[in-house]
């Protein structure tokens, strides 16, 4: 069992940029494949960025490419997305999930076994 624990989201202005953390309890957090993703109202939730094991491999949706970056510490067991630049477009819930699939990188939901509570990002015009 891996609990995963989001923060970072807020209330911010367009152009303003939110560092998101996500802290799993995992023993061996470095054997997961981590991914994030978001849900805003009446819409699905979609993959946002993804990252290897290791760290030396990521993965953007296209909305988010140049944007957001995504990083991990596996001796804190955390993954982060820094979003810099957002857009009111950006507005949602935002999730982290960790596999502890084959893959180097995950971008289907179905494929992700475990899910964080998820933290709210609201971006104004």
């Known amino acids: 069992q891996v609990l995963l624990v989001e923060s970072g989201g807020g209330l911010v202005r367009t152009g303003d940029s939110l560092r998101l953390s996500c802290v799993a309890s995992?023993?061996?957090?470095?054997?997961?494949?981590i991914g994030w993703f978001r849900q805003a109202p009446g819409k699905e939730r979609e993959f946002v960025a993804g990252?290897?094991?290791?760290?030396?491999?990521?993965a953007y949706a296209d909305s988010v490419k140049g944007r957001f970056t995504i990083s991990r510490d596996n001796a804190k067991n955390t993954v982060y997305v820094q979003m810099n630049n957002l857009k009111p477009e950006d507005t949602a819930v935002y999730y982290c999930?960790?596999?502890?699939?084959?893959?180097?990188?995950?971008?289907?939901?179905?494929?992700?076994?475990?899910w964080g509570q998820g933290t709210q990002v609201t971006v104004s015009s």
């Open positions: 990252i290897s094991r290791n760290g030396d491999s990521t």
């Open positions: 995992a023993r061996t957090f470095s054997n997961y494949v």
């Open positions: 999930a960790a596999t502890s699939t084959w893959r180097t990188i995950v971008r289907v939901r179905g494929e992700f076994n475990y």
